[in-house]
């Protein structure tokens, strides 16, 4: 099993360019995630998607959209890209019903943005 | 609101020794779990161990342990028998219940531990 499959691994963008980036995942989970990872910061949730057909803002939503197009994909956009937003990117998702279903991650997306 | 407080950026250990990573969290759920991942330098995250607030023992998992001490808040996790591989960057995170269901993860800042020959 691939588990959750993020595209693309890395990405440069310059200031005010747009972009989506794309997870998948085939267990499936109910809940999917998007994290970012900045130093010193741990992980700190973007938006979320807590079942097909909902989502919701997480702690760091503004500059972000999300879209939850089925059970398998949930998708994240950058309509203008700010050198803020130069972060590692993770997707993930969990099984649902029960407090202790751990989050499996994808493997990341390394975005620059210049 | 749901904080997660590891205070050691950093952390040093020799193979074969044992090694406590801290962990203290603040919440007003009266149910919650508590988890720690492992992240290498390779960047994926791993799922190491749960332990759920209501559970009567402390979570084991082969050489990770996680030593919960509701009372203090705190749920340390403390892995034996340090390994090379054990080099890497660890998050503690939470998650807590809300209404009828539950809400997302909430991640520290993580403590990278170096272990050395």
């Known amino acids: 099993n691939a588990g959750v499959t993020q595209t693309p691994k890395f990405q440069v963008l310059k200031t005010g360019q747009s972009m989506t980036l794309q997870c998948a995942q085939d267990m499936n989970h109910n809940s999917m995630y998007w994290y970012r990872q900045d130093p010193g910061m741990g992980l700190r949730l973007i938006y979320y998607?807590?079942?097909?057909?909902?989502?919701d803002k997480g702690e760091v939503p503004n500059g972000y959209n999300v879209s939850r197009l089925n059970k398998r994909e949930f998708s994240l956009r950058l309509e203008s890209a700010a050198p803020s937003q130069t972060s590692v990117y993770f997707c993930?998702?969990?099984?649902?019903?029960?407090?202790?279903?751990?989050?499996?991650f994808g493997n990341g997306t390394r975005l620059t943005v210049t | 609101a749901q904080k997660i407080t590891q205070t050691q950026p950093g952390m040093f250990v020799q193979e074969k020794e044992a090694v406590t990573l801290d962990c203290t969290y603040d919440?007003?759920?009266?149910?919650?779990?508590l988890f720690w991942y492992k992240q290498p330098s390779s960047g994926e995250m791993i799922f190491l161990i749960y332990q759920g607030s209501y559970d009567q023992q402390n979570a084991t998992e082969g050489r990770y342990s996680l030593n919960f001490q509701k009372a203090r808040k705190s749920a340390n996790l403390v892995i034996s028998a340090s390994q090379l591989g054990d080099s890497a960057m660890y998050f503690c995170a939470m998650r807590g219940r809300v209404n009828s269901g539950y809400s997302t993860l909430t991640f520290g800042k993580g403590t990278m531990l170096l272990v050395s020959p």
């Open positions: 919440t007003s759920d009266p149910s919650y779990g």
């Open positions: 993930a998702s969990s099984g649902q019903g029960a407090i202790g279903s751990p989050l499996h």
């Open positions: 998607s807590a079942s097909e057909g909902t989502t």
